[in-house]
């Protein structure tokens, strides 16, 4: 039984003090585990706590490897179990960089925390096997959690990857699963990110989030339940803006939710619950707003809006049911509400102050609202099967009223 320990402590030489304040204390228990310190600066820390518990010859071949430069910087790795890899890359100062990886069982885990600024911290938890975790975070002030947990023993792993650029930035991925990935962006080596904060939670196998945004103070928050489920949300990549906030909320198998928004003070809500259930939204402008609520099966929502406070609203409840909102002017507004299957809502605006309600209950119904102008209102309401109704404005102040539903059964 061999341990392999390097542990360099390089200082700068220039005054007593510098020769004398980094610290390093590295704990190894079982066979071939390795861990490699280099530290230049002052007041510097690292600790690694290496061992095992799957059988007695436990905490095989984990290898640590911590780099700090800079002042008052700290590395924290456990790595218990075998196999496993912690590497910690800080230059900076105040930096905190923390890997815990398994109680004593964990095989085959990865963990990558690179961190280029001050006052940085990290956090990186995973528990059973084959998880791999990476954070990088360059700027100030920076904080990422990164919690994975992929049992039984022996079971894939998740992955979870992140970036940070600029100030105040925050991210929490949380995975419970298998096969399970969650990637965050924030910011670039062009454009900070700013305050954005991303919050990444997916529970169950195979579910995909991503996240990207740059300038200013975006939120994006991400929640899967199930199997298979995408979630993708991008906000400021082609325009300067600011407050623009996603979320996205998706619970059983095969759904997909994306979001787009451009400009400041933009909102796009998605709630699915079902299987293989479609939400998009795109937004550019100013503090336009898009909620779409989808539970069932096989539904799809579409809202794309350019301009400045505009409105949409779209709820469908049943199954292959489908609603377009396309918006361009301002202060426009759309409510689409359809219970049942096969149903079909359309709305189409352009001007400003328009208004435009869709709600249908039954099957096979087909709605399609377009008004162009100022100040237009539409009202469609269809009960019952194979219902048709087609609205045309254009001008000032038109209003449209259309009820249609089936007879009354005998």
């Known amino acids: 039984m061999r341990n392999y320990v390097l542990s360099i402590a390089l200082a700068l030489c220039a005054t007593f003090a510098f020769a004398q304040s980094n610290d390093s204390d590295v704990d190894q228990s079982g066979t071939l585990n390795m861990a490699n310190v280099n530290q230049v600066g002052s007041d510097n820390s690292s600790e690694v706590d290496q061992y095992g518990a799957n059988t007695i010859f436990s905490g095989i071949n984990n290898q640590a490897y911590v780099d700090q ?140 989030a991503f996240a990207n945004h740059e300038e200013d103070d975006n939120e994006i928050y991400q929640t899967q339940t199930g199997y298979g489920n995408q979630a993708e949300a991008r906000q400021n990549l082609g325009y300067f803006g600011g407050d623009n906030d996603t979320y996205q909320d998706q619970t059983g198998t095969g759904n997909i939710a994306r979001s787009k928004q451009e400009r400041v003070g933009n909102v796009v809500d998605q709630d699915q619950v079902g299987n293989y259930n479609l939400a998009e939204a795109d937004q550019r402008g100013f503090y336009n707003n898009a909620i779409q609520e989808q539970n069932g099966d096989d539904n799809g929502a579409f809202s794309y809006q350019r301009g400045d406070d505009n409105t949409s609203y779209q709820s469908q409840d049943g199954t292959f049911n489908t609603a377009y909102s396309a918006q361009y002017g301002a202060g426009n507004e759309v409510c689409q509400i359809q219970d049942g299957s096969m149903n079909v809502a359309d709305s189409y605006q352009d001007g400003y102050d328009n208004s435009s309600s869709i709600k249908q209950t039954g099957m096979a119904n087909i709605a399609i609202d377009t008004q162009l102008g100022v100040d237009n209102t539409t009202m469609i309401t269809q009960n019952g099967m194979n219902h048709f109704s087609n609205v045309l404005q254009v001008g000032f102040g038109n209003a449209a009223t259309v009820t249609q539903q089936d007879l009354p059964q005998p």
């Open 69 to 208: 430069f800079g002042a008052d910087n700290t590395s924290k790795v456990k790595q218990a179990g075998d196999y496993n890899l912690g590497v910690v890359d800080q230059s900076g100062t105040w930096n905190y960089a923390n890997i815990d990886q398994g109680v004593g069982f964990a095989e085959y885990n990865e963990a990558y925390a690179t961190q280029i600024g001050d006052e940085n911290s990290s956090y990186q938890k995973q528990r059973f096997d084959n998880n791999e975790a990476r954070i990088t975070q360059i700027g100030a002030r920076n904080t990422s959690v990164q919690d994975q947990s992929s049992g039984p023993d022996g079971s894939p792993g998740n992955y979870a990857y992140g970036e940070q650029w600029g100030t105040d930035n925050y991210l929490n991925q949380k995975q419970v699963g298998h096969l399970n990935n969650a990637t965050s962006l924030q910011g670039s080596g062009s454009f900070d990110s700013r305050g954005g904060i991303v919050g990444q939670t997916q529970t169950g196998d195979g579910n995909s």
